[in-house]
T-cell receptor, first 114, second 113 residues
Framework: AQTVTQSQPEMSVQEAETVTLSCTYD???????LFWYKQPPSRQMILVIR??????QNATENRFSVNFQKAAKSFSLKISDSQLGDTAMYFC???????????FGTGTSLTVIP | KAGVTQTPRYLIKTRGQQVTLSCSPI?????VSWYQQTPGQGLQFLFE???????NKGNFPGRFSGRQFSNSRSEMNVSTLELGDSALYLC????????????FGPGTRLTVT
């Protein structure tokens, strides 16, 4: 069975600083996709970044980047130059290429402090 | 392109009643997934539909059901509501037969009293 673990329920960071959110997953599949979703207090879930397991290069989207360690089954999200609008719940998610179901972690609540 | 829409946004029901929630996916998207989100359990997968067929189902009782129409719009129904069904119900759509990237709606906040 696939599992996704986010071990940091809450985190905080000073505005303009860098923060890293952790995620580990467990799967026996070799081909899969990993995602980070952001859910601001308004509740609309937004896709932040996506990583394909067969790609060794870490994905980057503006201030958001990931550190994907396939052997360690680790997928952390780094947010650089944190902004107040980054305050949200962040979910790590996994889907393998044979399935049709996303598996989500329990989320990390990030607060950016002015 | 319009995003995923869900109606209603808020709903209050009493125990024993039934409720139907609606989800309209992004135009062109054929897969719709439903999730229940609660503070204690996080995001729990309910079911996924593609081309009017349920392809995958989570571990929820039979009181939770769904369907998808030919225009890809989806509904989920919860019968005999219980207090524990109070949650945010999220719908997500994706384009193809493999749901590699899902786009979420704003959710329906269901409160059961």
């Amino acid at each position: 069975a696939q599992t996704v673990t986010q071990s940091q329920p809450e985190m905080s960071v000073q505005e303009a600083e860098t923060v890293t959110l952790s995620c580990t997953y467990d799967t026996s599949e070799s081909n899969y996709y990993l995602f980070w979703y952001k859910q601001p207090p308004s509740r609309q879930m937004i896709l932040v970044i996506r990583q394909e397991a067969y790609k060794q290069q870490n994905a980057t989207e503006n201030r958001f980047s990931v550190n994907f360690q396939k052997a360690a089954k680790s997928f952390s999200l780094k947010i650089s130059d944190s902004q107040l609008g980054d305050t949200a719940m962040y979910f790590c998610a996994f889907i393998d290429t044979t399935g049709n179901q996303f598996y989500f972690g329990t989320g990390t609540s990030l607060t950016v402090i002015p | 392109k319009a995003g995923v829409t869900q109606t209603p946004r808020y709903l209050i029901k009493t125990r024993g009643q039934q409720v139907t929630l609606s989800c309209s996916p992004i135009s062109g998207h054929r897969s719709v997934s439903w999730y229940q989100q609660t503070p204690g359990q996080g995001l729990q997968f309910l079911f996924e539909y593609f081309s009017e067929t349920q392809r995958n189902k989570g571990n929820f009782p039979g009181r939770f059901s769904g369907r998808q129409f030919s225009n890809s719009r989806s509904e989920m129904n919860v019968s005999t509501l219980e207090l524990g069904d109070s949650a945010l119900y999220l719908c997500a759509s994706s384009f193809g037969s493999r749901s590699y990237e899902q786009y979420f709606g704003p959710g329906t906040r269901l409160t059961v009293t």
